[in-house]
């Protein structure tokens, strides 16, 4: 089976530039989290969907950030326009929610770096 | 909301010995807790699972962690630290219901160290 799918893995831009990130979950999971991981911050909750419906995106940083998941099996976490402090490794994660422990299956991340 | 505390962000250890890894949650109700391992440059990958059917809970590559709910921790350990052991832990800690079921609580991560 095909884990959770992310592109680009590396993506490189300029401040003020768009950035979208894409994710692909698990075939049959109900859940998706997006996540940003740094240094200083440690791994971060940003947004999660469940049956593609927004439930917190309360750790969204600011109206830069949006995410949508207009499918099953796609979710987009776009930030415009991007600035250097939005550099980081974003994760998707996916899980099932029904009679189950809700573990989250990670994707590999994207790599962003904005000069 | 849930919590999660993972007492030092370093730890290291010579290959063969014991691996401690602490975590220390809250919660007012029994949660469900997971160690997640993290290789560099790659993504967070579950090492194991405690879902209230048994206390000690066996995981991949020889680790295992104990659920004691009177000290509200999760520590989890290996018997004999190998060098491909080496990587970053994280504990997390799930909500059983409510509205944010589903939803997970990680620690700030422990850098795991192995020396030859």
């Known amino acids: 089976d095909a884990g959770v799918i992310q592109s680009p893995r590396h993506e490189v831009t300029e401040m003020g530039q768009e950035v979208t990130l894409r994710c692909k979950p698990i075939?049959?999971?109900?859940?998706l989290f997006w996540y940003r991981q740094t240094m200083m911050r440690g791994l971060e909750l940003l947004i999660y969907f469940n049956n593609n419906v927004p439930i917190d995106d309360s750790g969204m940083p600011e109206d830069r950030f949006s995410a949508k998941m207009p499918n099953a099996s796609f979710s987009t976490l776009k930030i415009q326009p991007s600035e250097p402090r939005d550099s980081a490794v974003y994760f998707c994660a996916s899980s099932f929610q029904g009679q189950g422990f809700y573990e989250q299956y990670f994707g590999p991340g994207t790599r962003l770096t904005v000069t | 909301a849930q919590s999660v505390t993972q007492l030092g962000s370093h730890v290291s250890v010579s290959e063969g010995a014991l691996v401690l890894l602490r975590c220390n949650y809250s919660s007012s109700v029994p949660p469900y807790l997971f160690w997640y391992v993290q290789y560099p440059n790659q993504g967070l990958q579950l090492l194991l699972k405690?879902?209230?059917?048994?206390?000690l809970v066996k995981g991949i590559n020889g680790f295992e962690a104990e659920f004691k709910k009177s000290e509200t921790s999760f520590h989890l350990t290996k018997p004999s630290a190998h060098m491909s052991d080496a990587a970053e832990y994280f504990c997390?800690?799930?909500?059983?219901?409510?509205?944010?079921?589903?939803?997970?609580?990680f620690g700030r991560g422990t850098q795991l160290t192995v020396w030859p």
């Open positions: 997390a800690v799930s909500e059983s219901g409510g509205s944010t079921l589903g939803r997970l609580y």
């Open positions: 405690y879902t209230s059917a048994a206390t």
């Open positions: 075939s049959g999971h109900n859940s």
